[in-house]
């Protein structure tokens, strides 16, 4: 279980987004860095926690305009920047998957979450899932 924290307070609800027959299409959140709303923040359920720290993070983005954003957890070297993605406006729904060895459970980033998307520069982006797997518990 994934839960964002303060949804309405850290980002954008969006809706019908690409083709209609899209499943990710459907809703989604964005960022809005107009009204400062440039991170996400994501809290791990502690059952998903395993012997292992090998976790695989998938997200599901709709590539359009040109943003930059990044992945954050936490690991042994503290808040770290996994990942950095720029758009390239494709106008169509990507998913990229993170592969992480070292993660660290227990809600240390900001707000008590475990991961974050961060807005880095240009458009904002649009993300439909977030999606975890501990490597460990399979």
């Not at 954008?12 to 709303?37: C, M, P, Q, Y």
């Not at 950095?84 to 494709?90: D, E, L, M, N, R």
């Amino acid at each position: 279980n994934i839960v964002q924290y303060d949804p309405n307070g850290t980002s954008k609800g969006v809706w019908r987004i690409g083709a209609s027959t899209e499943f990710h299409g459907r809703f989604g959140r964005s960022f809005d860095n107009v009204n400062n709303l440039e991170e996400m923040f994501f809290t791990i359920d502690n059952s998903l926690e395993g012997s292992g720290n090998d976790v695989t993070i998938d997200i599901t983005y709709y590539d359009s305009g040109n943003g930059f954003w990044s992945l954050n957890t936490y690991t042994c070297k503290g808040k770290t920047e996994m990942q950095v993605v720029q758009c390239k406006g494709t106008n169509t729904w990507k998913t990229i998957s993170v592969n992480i060895s070292d993660f660290q459970f227990g809600g240390n980033l900001d707000n008590g979450s475990d991961i974050t998307l961060k807005y880095l520069s240009g458009s904002d982006t649009i993300f439909s899932t977030v999606e975890f797997t501990n490597n460990s518990k399979l």
